[in-house]
């Protein structure tokens, strides 16, 4: 069910940015891969017996991507892979016994994106992203049996801001911050309920054509 709906979502989204492009005079396509990139991810539980909250980087991470750029408009398409965040926590957190801790991972991700751009000139651009997200967030615990190892398939609101430079024309260094989900509910606890975010910095270089 969740696979159908992002699918439509991918379809109606490059349906009407394509109608756009195609107005343009020039459509550059594109092709790059993250070259830095600095994520955090976020997870909280509520439970009966009490709350759990961590807020880590997940590195290493990165992506490779495939677009498509008209004047004012853009397309992108992303997979990408992204590192474990962890915490400790000490014995007595959601009733249990002994000490703990807790990696979370939202990898591989895949993300369908629109751009709102504006070029200042032939070298310098600013970009608005927007769109969604698919991803697998999983919850590793280690040292408690109150929690067990899951994972999920969820797909959240994706935004961000950015701008590109290019040195040469064909090719292209992008600076971003990009926040892939934003208080996504996970319901994979046994009880109460959760919550996931995922995003951060990067910088990715991109090979063009123009057709």
Do not use: C
Not at 29 to 34: D, I, Q, S
Request: proline share 5%.
């Amino acid at each position: 069910m969740m696979m159908k709906k992002a699918l439509f979502h991918l379809t109606v989204f490059i349906a009407f940015f394509t109608s756009h492009s195609l107005h343009a005079q020039e459509l550059e396509v594109y092709y790059g891969a993250l070259g830095v990139g600095a994520y955090t991810v976020n997870y909280t539980e509520t439970r009966p017996t009490g709350k759990i909250a961590i807020s880590n980087s997940a590195r290493p991470a990165g992506f490779i991507k495939a677009g498509a750029d008209a004047q004012f408009w853009g397309v992108e398409l992303r997979l990408g892979l992204a590192g474990n965040g962890s915490k400790s926590f000490p014995a007595g957190t959601i009733g249990s016994a002994s000490p703990f801790s807790i990696d979370v991972q939202a990898s591989p991700f895949f993300s369908y994106l629109g751009k709102v751009q504006y070029p200042f000139n032939d070298e310098l651009k600013a970009y608005l992203l927007f769109g969604g997200t698919m991803a697998n967030f999983s919850i590793t615990p280690s040292g408690n049996p109150v929690l067990f190892s899951t994972s999920a398939i969820k797909t959240g609101f994706t935004y961000g801001i950015g701008a590109a430079y290019k040195p040469s024309p064909d090719f292209s260094v992008d600076i971003e911050w990009i926040q892939y989900w934003t208080g996504v509910g996970m319901v994979v606890s046994a009880a109460g309920s959760s919550k996931a975010s995922f995003g951060g910095f990067g910088m990715s270089v991109s090979k063009s054509f123009d057709f």
